[in-house]
């Protein structure tokens, strides 16, 4: 019997019957009512059953198909002229097993995931977790944990863009739901922008009807405007006041970036007081040969520091000041490694000064040689930024 037309029948509605399954379990983590989770409970057992249905009755056309088949198949049989007799082989097709692209991406996805959360990995989940959704743009399982996958991230335009572009489809997929509020808030608050996030919340309390997930947006409404400081869902701090003895505003700080494996912030922006730019500094990858370090000025001024390895060890660092190379610090260390004091040099190489920490050597005059190598350009370095502002 041919099954074909029944066997992509039932595959489309098995999966739609194991979506409403999941559905079902999260919701069941914010119930809203019993009524929608009896009505769902009847759609899914309706799902399965339809193609019960639709086989029984395409069995029993077969059946009559078969009989007929059968007689005219005898009925050869008897007038052929063959010696030596004629065979019939009924060449049974295996059927295929079922296949879901979009569920095999993502469970390839969530296996990448477990082997580690470097910005690599998640990279490579975030591919996969893309590959399910060109399968299925609306497979729920990798649209959270693509979002999901972005937010652990180092903060990037692409990583936050891509969440918050996630956490909105989801929205339109379950406007009733608090999940893709919160998400897309979280986004802002990492980027900063306070006020957005609360329009989300405010956006969400608008759609949602169940009064826990009501709740958990009100409440993270109410955790940003408890204070002007606020922080991420990670407790890492994202805006801070400095204020003066006297409770004046000094300035405001925002820390714009966080490196994922950096505790310290990578990215932070100063305000003063009446809400004027000082300027921007940034601190990537502190702690591994990827470091590098600078200042951005309001009138679009860099200064940048790039440091310099030979064999793993960092021997100083070059300055510049918008694209030229303006001086050299080198860092001179002694049998075991211990940096005993450090040089100040021009562009040239001339000394300019020598720092150590008990001010012993001052009378060193000889500037020591600029030794390692950059591991970046300064192009570079003005992409990588490019990526993460």
């Not at 900063?192 to 009807?209: C, I, P, Q, R, S």
């Not at 940048?304 to 694209?323: E, F, H, Q, R």
């Not at 562009?347 to 720092?355: A, D, K, P, W």
């Amino acid at each position: 019997m041919n099954l074909s037309f029944i066997k992509s029948f039932a595959v489309k509605v098995r999966k739609t019957a194991k979506r409403t399954i999941r559905r079902i379990i999260r919701k069941l983590a914010y119930p809203k009512s019993r009524r929608y989770i009896v009505i769902s409970m009847v759609l899914v057992a309706a799902l399965l059953l339809i193609p019960c249905i639709v086989i029984i009755k395409k069995a029993g056309e077969e059946k009559k198909k078969g009989v007929m088949t059968a007689a005219l198949s005898a009925e050869n049989e008897m007038t052929a002229d063959n010696d030596e007799g004629s065979v019939s082989v009924n060449l049974i097709q295996e059927e295929e097993p079922e296949t879901d692209p979009a569920y095999d991406y993502t469970q390839e996805a969530l296996s990448i995931l477990e082997t580690g959360h470097d910005d690599e990995t998640l990279s490579l989940a975030i591919e996969a977790f893309s590959n399910a959704l060109k399968e299925d743009p609306d497979y729920e399982d990798a649209l959270r944990g693509r979002a999901e996958a972005y937010m652990m991230h180092s903060d990037t335009v692409v990583s936050l863009e891509g969440a918050a572009l996630d956490y909105q489809k989801y929205q339109t997929l379950h406007p009733d739901e608090a999940y893709g509020y919160l998400g897309e808030a979280e986004v802002y608050i990492r980027d900063t922008f306070k006020n957005k996030a609360l329009e989300v919340l405010e956006k969400g309390m608008d759609a949602v009807t169940d009064e826990a997930e009501m709740r958990s947006l009100q409440d993270k409404a109410d955790e940003l405007n408890a204070s002007a400081d606020y922080s991420d869902s990670l407790g890492r701090a994202r805006c801070k006041e400095v204020r003066l003895e006297d409770g004046s505003l000094y300035e405001t700080i925002y820390y714009k970036r966080y490196i994922n494996g950096q505790d310290s912030p990578a990215v932070i922006r100063t305000y003063d007081a009446d809400g004027n730019e000082i300027g921007t500094s940034f601190s990537l990858y502190e702690g591994t040969d990827r470091y590098v370090y600078g200042f951005i000025h309001t009138d679009g001024a860099w200064d940048v520091y790039i440091p310099l390895y030979a064999d793993g060890v960092m021997t100083g660092v070059s300055t510049y000041y918008g694209d030229n190379l303006t001086g050299y610090e080198v860092y001179i260390r002694g049998d075991n490694g211990e940096e005993l004091y450090s040089q100040k040099l021009d562009s040239e190489g001339n000394l300019i000064e020598t720092v150590s920490y008990d001010n012993s050597l001052d009378y060193i005059h000889e500037a020591a040689a600029v030794t390692g190598s950059p591991n970046y350009s300064l192009n570079e370095v003005y992409d990588l930024m490019k990526e993460i502002l």
